[in-house]
């Protein structure tokens, strides 16, 4: 059974991932509209909901960045439908201005945000707590400790919103995002797709006048919203004792599991918070009531204990609260990391056992994470290294152009051989540090390499700060056709929305003249030695008329193409190495660092090439200096490659 006859099923236990569980407690709770933009952690969410967004009438889109999708979802609650829009952590600053004035207008059906932090940073550049933003912006946070309450919490946010017509931040984290479970479904609430917009300046139009009158309204809200907190179910006081433990979220999972081991489940008091921001005054109080001391254990920023201490100061409850001078603050929270802080607090005697992970062989051979064979990227930075490392031979290496990075997979180009990514701090950064960089360090290029799909999310802005204030750089723009790292997500220059309908291309190659840039060339980078010839020709006209310049670099995402080849039903194509030609130079496996290809042995410096992993495109073929790689067998290389077109 497909996920989309999964979530179509109107009862029964699944197993579903921890985002597809808060999709089905969406199309549960009625949601009519979703919205985002693809974010590890936080992708699934959407993906399933486009799954069976006809079937159950929800509208669902991929929006060009985190601030559209905010503003989309957000306005169709104000018009009375039910709404949700989903992001990773650091999506959320981007989507920071229209948060901040949510809060002022409220809405009148229920508005839920979800935000799936990721502590530890699997696969960001940051671990921030957006738990925080409810404290800022006076939004409520409603986080679940397990994917299997996800689902109901979600209920619960929507319910919640929609009576207090004010936003909910649902906060996920990827271990929540990221774990599969069994999951009850329970009934589909039929969406109100058709919105009512009541016309209503006074509460809409954020001049001053109104947005003062409306910051006394949102505080009466909050105060409100601090009051019916502690009347949402999830929330709860377990067991008895003279010494109780605070746990939101996932934390409280790990803390049972470290009572369990420590012996102590019948003789802590434990206080779980599904909201974490307002703590829920009344439960807290009840829940303090004849305590000695208490520990908050949570992930990341102490978010519920500074609040917990400014309310038992207000109350005048005079009792020890301990938290993260014991827990401490980086990193996810672990098992290991409770048992620690809990038998710390307590003045208990434990030996922690070695982490299994500690006893592996310190031998073992480190797999960093690498371009995939094929991908479009690998022969554009050997090119571009190449390129560089010419420029540098004549000019010195202190001239060597500055790479500035950017989110994508082509971030992945920080490694050897390539050393193409000197910054890499957010999306569109890469353009907006070389426009930077051009104003300061005078004798070197910089060089802004952005993928396709960021350059939609936020590569515009900073192209025509460039072109206005006519910044020397050269911006390499990856067009693999596809949102590749969070898994092949469609965006404006695709023509595909997320429910799978045709819709209008953005030439991108139109889009960026339109902008003003003068020199524009599209390459393939398949065909090195035109792409070389292209980059040399960019650099020597960035050094001689001081103005930016843009390279298309045009190649489909190899493992969509090889989808896509296998679905018309080629067989795949691989290439060979003729070991009576091949020199053992190494070009193959050392410069261009094909994953497919490697030394043949110790002994033996020859090239060899793995047919399971090699995907045909033949860029090695083309950059052998001994023409000894060549076709497993006889076709026509172009009829194959149009599948990477």
Known sequence: MGLRDTLNMSSGKVVLLGNEAIARGAIEAGVALATAYPGTPSTEIVEALAEVARDVGIYVEWSVNEKVAFEIAYSAATAGTRSLVAMKHVGLNVAADPLMSSAYTGVEEGFVIVSADDPSMWSSQNEQDNRIYGLHAYIPVFEPNHPKEAKSLVKEAFEFSARMKHPVIFRST????????????????????????????????????????????????WEMIS???????LNRIEGEGRVLIVAPGISYAYVKEALRILRLEDKIKLL????????????????????????????????????LKNLLFDEGIRVVVRGKDL?????????????????????????????????????????????????PYR??????????????????????????????????????????????????????????????????????????????HAGIPPLINAVY??????VIILDNKTTAMTGHQPHPGVGITAMGEQTKAIDLEALVKALGIEWVKVIDPF???????????ALEYVERERKPAVIISRRLCALVALRRALKAGYERVTYRVSEDKCRGCSVCYSLFACPAIR????????????????????????ICPFNAIVLSKQIDRDEWLKFWS
């Open 227 to 233: 009051r019916e907190i502690s009347k949402v179910p």
């Open 174 to 221: 990827t271990r929540i995002s990221h774990t599969r479970v069994v999951v009850e479904l329970e009934s589909i609430r039929s969406p109100i797709r058709r919105g009512t917009y009541v016309k209503n300046p006074k509460r809409y139009v954020l001049v001053p006048a109104h947005a003062r009158e409306l910051r006394v309204e949102m505080l009466k809200r």
């Open 327 to 375: 827990v401490g603050y980086p990193y996810e929270m672990t098992v290991d990391r409770a048992l620690k802080a809990i038998a710390k607090f307590l003045n208990m005697s434990f030996s922690m056992p070695e982490p299994a992970a500690t006893q592996l062989p310190k031998y073992v051979f480190p797999r960093p994470p690498q371009l995939c064979p094929g991908c």
């Open 272 to 307: 779980k918070l599904a909201t974490p921001v307002p703590i829920p005054r009344d439960m807290v109080l009840k829940a303090v009531e004849d305590v000695e001391k208490i520990l908050v254990v949570e992930e990341l920023e102490p978010v519920v204990e500074q609040q």
């Open 379 to 456: 022969p554009l930075f050997y090119v571009l290294r190449k390129q560089v490392d010419i420029l540098t031979s004549k000019k010195g290496r202190e001239r060597e152009p500055i790479f500035c990075g950017d989110i994508g997979c082509y971030t992945l180009g920080i490694n050897p051989p390539f050393r193409v990514q000197d910054t890499c701090i957010c999306m569109g950064a890469s353009i907006g540090f070389a426009n930077g960089f051009a104003r300061v360090v005078h004798d070197r290029i910089p060089i802004a390499i952005i993928g396709d799909s960021t350059f939609y």
């Open 599 to 622: 030394q043949k042995s110790l002994e033996d410096r020859r090239a060899y090439i793995d047919p399971e992993l090699c995907t045909g495109c033949g860029v090695c073929a083309d």
């Open 527 to 537: 065909r090195v030695k035109e792409a070389e010839k292209t980059i040399a020709e």
């Open 469 to 474: 204030n006519n910044n020397p750089l050269l």
